[in-house]
């Protein structure tokens, strides 16, 4: 977004090569230098809660890197999320049951040599367990939904009749035609009917009941 200066430039460079040739020991050792570990926790939870695949998780975007001037250290800012509660078309498997241990598709050099680390482990499952309890609240969720859905269904029906009837049909928790990416997959749940058994996932796999399903795709 603005322009990078020389120690910007040299900063990215420097975590590239320890993501790139560092052992794991060292990795693990230097990985806190140049990442806010709370901050990337916090991240990472949500993301991999939201099975959003349009991310760092699938085809690697939808985020911007930010370097904060005070500790030089890096942290993710997301956007353009509206293909998350599993609602990508380009995944393969119940994004409902996806890992959180290993919740990104394909190969994926940084999240597999994060995910080794344990201090960013730790936070990142306390992370997880705590939101389970909170903002993870199905019941939070569709809340939000009852409260935002009539203040969008007038621009919804001004648009056409079939999509109003999409929409109060996503509304009501049931599943409604894929739309314009019909041809990538199939309708995926709502968002009502997501969050209770992701949730419910969360905490299994957490208690270690389940060990969750790798996204495939």
Partial sequence: KTELTADHQQRVIAFSKLV??????????????????????????????????????????????????????????????????????????????????????????????????????????????????????PERFRRQVDEIAPAIRPAVQEESAEKLAQFDKVVAGETASAGGFAAFGPAKKPLKSFVGPRTQSIVDQLAGKSEGEIPTG
């Fill in 20 to 137: 790139s040739h560092a052992s794991d020991a060292e990795f693990a050792g230097k990985m806190g230098e140049f990442f806010d570990l709370d901050q990337l926790a916090r991240f990472m939870a949500v993301t991999v809660y939201l099975s959003s695949m349009d991310s760092i998780l699938g085809i690697g975007q939808n985020y911007s890197l930010y370097q904060q001037p005070k500790t030089g250290k890096f942290q993710f800012l997301p956007w353009d999320h509206d293909l998350s509660f599993g609602n990508f078309p380009m995944q393969g498997g119940d994004a409902e049951k996806f890992s959180i241990r290993h919740p990104w598709q394909g190969e994926n050099l940084f999240l597999e040599r994060v995910f080794k680390v344990e201090a960013f482990k730790q936070q990142y499952q306390a992370k997880l367990g705590e939101f389970a309890k909170t903002i993870f609240q």
